[in-house]
């Protein structure tokens, strides 16, 4: 268990609204990520960071953007979801080093559905 | 960035092993191999990774082929709670993590 939680767990908003979802982390790692999930497109990187308040962007940024002012959080927005948006969203950890050398934990994902 | 290949599906009787078949034609030698199972309403579960020799840990082992552009996950007594989708996927060490690709897995359903 690498102490990872996601909150919301479930969130149905609508279209234009800002939504702000919270990955909270325990052990201290470094390097955090959201990862969004649809089906027939499997897991797809959205933002990671690798430290307090540096990020960059992954497969499928447009639409997001990420801050991390404190270690244990890592918070991504959508600024004015759009139904496009509707997804499992995943947080993810690394305990160590870069990605290719360590394995990554995950959290149990948000369900966010954009009407 | 290199990709995987993976079946969609396999299935296969309880306590019998499986291989998990993925082809990388296009691995770079900096990439490490990582394989993830995921089950139903759940996030992604780390299994096992290895960079050119063949690795066991207590979920599985993974055999890589001698010149890497294949892999194999081997679980060798599957059992109920092994139904999930598995996934192969590569990670650069040396590009770090913007290319992180997973792809959609082989679902395996295991018989009773």
């Known amino acids: 268990d690498a102490g990872i939680t996601q909150s919301p767990r479930h969130k149905v908003t609508e279209t234009g609204t800002p939504v702000t979802l919270r990955c909270h982390q325990t052990e201290n790692h470094r390097y955090m990520y959201w990862y969004r999930q649809d089906p027939g497109h499997g897991l797809r990187l959205i933002h990671y960071?690798?430290?307090?308040?540096?990020?960059d962007k992954g497969e499928v940024s447009d639409g997001y953007s990420v801050s991390r002012s404190k270690t244990e959080d890592f918070l991504l927005t959508l600024e004015s979801a759009t139904s496009s948006q509707t997804s499992v969203y995943f947080c993810?950890?690394?305990?160590?080093?870069?990605?290719?050398?360590?394995?990554?934990?995950f959290g149990p994902g948000t369900r966010l559905t954009v009407l | 960035d290199a990709k995987t290949t993976q079946p969609n599906s396999m299935e296969s009787n309880e306590e019998e092993p499986v291989h998990l078949p993925c082809n990388h034609s296009t691995i770079s030698g900096t990439d490490y191999i990582h394989w993830y199972r995921q089950l139903p309403s759940q996030g992604p579960e780390y299994v096992i990774h290895g960079l050119t020799s063949n690795v066991n840990n207590r979920m599985a082992s993974l055999a890589i082929a001698e010149d890497r552009k294949s892999s194999t996950l081997i679980l060798h007594r599957a059992t109920l709670r092994d139904a999930a989708v598995y996934y192969c996927i590569l990670r650069d060490v040396e590009t770090g993590a913007n290319n992180l690709f997973f792809g959609t897995g082989t679902r395996l359903t295991v018989i009773p």
């Open positions: 960071s690798y430290g307090v308040k540096d990020t």
């Open positions: 993810a950890i690394t305990p160590s080093g870069l990605a290719g050398e360590s394995e990554q934990f």
